[in-house]
């Protein structure tokens, strides 16, 4: 980054819990402060086999006393894979359902029916993608204690980035890296998130002028890697001491330097690279590839 005279800082929001970091915390953090206020004991939520959203979940209701409930994609997930291991010990319920169950169940009609199945529950949408989650996101632009000319950050659902967009206030651009194959939705969820906010076509345009989805780097799709995506994550350890998760971090950190690469560096410029956690997905990616990643 030196060489393209780019200031780099690494906002190290994996570091806020050992089990319930990054913006998983942040997305649950007020969900969890509703479901107690609403008189809730359970949670239930959406995920993949690999999701660092269900284990984050199973660990922060565990230490909140809650019961936890995870509805998994796929009747053929693998129970005993490193994360949906550790959410069973944190003794969260696993629901192993068809793809076409996980979606439609997501769905608000299908609520009465999840409640048949399970009873009494405070509904946390799949990754935290709700009011509360972009809510509890904005505290990553708050917590920036200086003026930067570019942030990074991972995009799953665009709630991260969505309490990002509105907190920045149009002030830094902002570059959310879609972890995903076919992200474009992407762009209509942080829209329509902004809108929720200020209701006014002109400070929504302000706002979303400073924000980039960046699509082209799902590296084949979600929790998809790449033989050049490990030598780079590799190489970016052993300069900065810093591991990067696969699913997430690596390729926005990916995106990042590609970008910096491109520039010509006649201008000075600070840039902040957010580490929104994902770490404990590691083991898991290793016993799929069959080798270790660092």
């Not at 299908?110 to 199945?117: G, Q, T, V």
């Not at 709630?159 to 474009?184: D, P, Q, R, W």
């Not at 699913?247 to 410029?269: C, D, H, Q, R, W």
Request: charged share 25%; hydrophobic share 35%; glycine share 10%.
């Amino acid at each position: 980054m030196n060489k393209r005279n780019i200031t780099l800082y690494i906002k190290r929001d994996d570091l806020i819990h050992d089990e319930i970091s990054g913006n998983k915390w942040r997305k649950l953090k007020l969900n969890i402060e509703q479901a107690k206020h609403k008189g809730h004991d359970t949670l239930l939520t959406f995920g993949g086999a690999h999701s660092n959203h269900i284990a984050a979940t199973a660990s922060a209701a565990a230490l909140y006393g809650l019961k936890s409930i995870g509805i998994i994609r796929g009747e053929d997930a693998d129970p005993d894979n490193h994360t949906l291991k550790f959410a069973a010990e944190k003794g969260m319920q696993l629901e192993f359902v068809s793809r076409t169950d996980f979606k439609t169940l997501q769905d608000w009609e299908s609520k009465d029916r999840l409640k048949e199945l399970y009873g009494s529950f405070y509904l946390v949408p799949q990754g935290g993608a709700n009011y509360y989650g972009v809510q509890g996101c904005m505290d990553i632009i708050k917590e920036i204690d200086l003026e930067v000319d570019r942030i990074f950050v991972s995009c799953g659902t665009a709630t991260t980035l969505s309490g990002m967009a509105i907190a920045n206030g149009g002030k830094s651009e902002i570059y959310g890296v879609s972890a995903l194959k076919g992200g474009g939705f992407l762009l209509k969820e942080l829209e329509e998130n902004i809108r929720q906010v200020y209701k006014d076509a002109e400070t929504e345009r302000f706002i979303r002028e400073k924000i980039h989805v960046l699509l082209p780097y799902h590296f084949g799709g979600y929790a998809k890697i790449t033989p050049e995506l490990i030598e780079f994550m590799r190489a970016f350890t052993s300069e900065t001491s810093i591991k990067l998760d696969p699913v997430y971090t690596a390729k926005t950190a990916f995106a990042m330097s590609e970008l910096a690469g491109k520039l010509n560096g006649l201008k000075p410029e600070k840039w902040v690279l957010i580490h929104s956690g994902g770490l404990q997905g590691i083991p898991a990616m290793e016993e799929k590839l069959g080798h270790s990643i660092y």
